[in-house]
């Protein structure tokens, strides 16, 4: 059985009390953390003194979204930073190869990240450098944003190539997963859902992220990798 995990997105979490806010989703399988520099995406979030610092209080691994430009030169401090897995967008990398290999040789996974219309197959002889592939289901830099259906064929060809590889790389998907649009994302083959507003919009965030986690598990098909 595929086992769905949940990464609450700290996005919509009260950023005056991170350390806190962190210990409300400690039944989450880790924190995903998105850094935005006002450049590759028209918001501006946190950088790596705060990500080092989350880092040291949290009891969840850092699974850090760098939406940044020139990722090839910034991402590999994050890595040395200690975070578990690195995201950088295939859109703002010039070499995305080399900066894979140097996330893992710095003890970090390696993860690509592509906007909702970038399409998938130049990426895919590049799967085995990777621990895991980001699909993002909104246009990234803001929460609470409406999922994007439209990425849906995306996730099922994406699914069906890591299969093909026979290497244990996660699909994730991030903007706009609710209890209802997860039951798409994890039918269509994802098994790593990012959510914000879902979990910290709620009074309950370790109930939201229960919810989600099930629902997931649930979905007809989704232990089963199935491609149409
Ligand atoms: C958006 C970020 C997401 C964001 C998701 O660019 O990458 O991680 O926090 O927020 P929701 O779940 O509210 O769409
Ligand atoms: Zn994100």
Known sequence: MRSCRIHPSILSADFANLEAELHRIATADAVHVD???????????????VVRRIGEVSPL??????????????????ADAGASSVTFHAEASAAPVKLARELRARGSKASLALRPATPVEPY???LPELDMLLLMTVEPGFGGQAFLDLVLPKIRRARAAIEGTGLPIALQVDGGITRDTILRAAEAGADVFV??????????????????????????GATEHVVE
């Open 124 to 126: 895919l002889d590049m």
């Open 61 to 78: 691994p850092l699974d850090v979204h760098l939406m940044i430009s020139e990722v090839d030169r910034w991402a590999p401090g994050y």
């Open 195 to 220: 959510a914000g507003s879902s979990v910290y919009g709620t009074g309950d965030p370790a109930a939201a992220v229960e919810t989600l986690r099930n629902v997931a598990q649930a979905t007809p």
């Open 35 to 49: 850094v935005m520099d006002n450049h590759f995406v028209p918001n501006l979030t946190l950088g790596l003194p």
